[in-house]
C-alpha cells in the first residue's frame, strides 16, 4: 500500500491527540469508583486506568474526592459481616 503523505499527516494527528488525551474533572469523577474498586482488591488501578491515574496525579480536587473514597471503601469494608 501506499502511504501519501496527507494519510501520514492525519495519522500523526490522531496518534498525537491520542495520546495527549486528558480527563476532565467530570470523566475522572465517572470512572474513580471503578478505580478505588480496583486498587481496593489490590490490583494496580494506576495501570489499568492510566488516564484517571495521571489525572489524580495533576488535580488536586480529584485526588482528595479519591481519597475520601477510599476511606469511605475502606470504612464500610470493615463495617460488612464476615462470611
Ligand atoms: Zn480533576
Redesign the pocket.
Known amino acids: 500500500m501506499t502511504l501519501n503523505p496527507e494519510i501520514l499527516k492525519k495519522m500523526v494527528l490522531i496518534l498525537t491527540n491520542t495520546h495527549v488525551s486528558e480527563?476532565?474533572?467530570d470523566e475522572?469523577?465517572d470512572e474513580i469508583d471503578r478505580f478505588a474498586e480496583i486498587e481496593l482488591v489490590g490490583k494496580s488501578a494506576a495501570e489499568a486506568m492510566p488516564l484517571v491515574q495521571d489525572?489524580l496525579e495533576r488535580?488536586q480536587?480529584?485526588r482528595e474526592e479519591y481519597e475520601a473514597l477510599m476511606v469511605a471503601l475502606k470504612f464500610m469494608d470493615q463495617e460488612k459481616p464476615a462470611e
Open positions: 480527563l476532565s474533572c475522572c469523577f489525572h488535580c480536587d480529584c
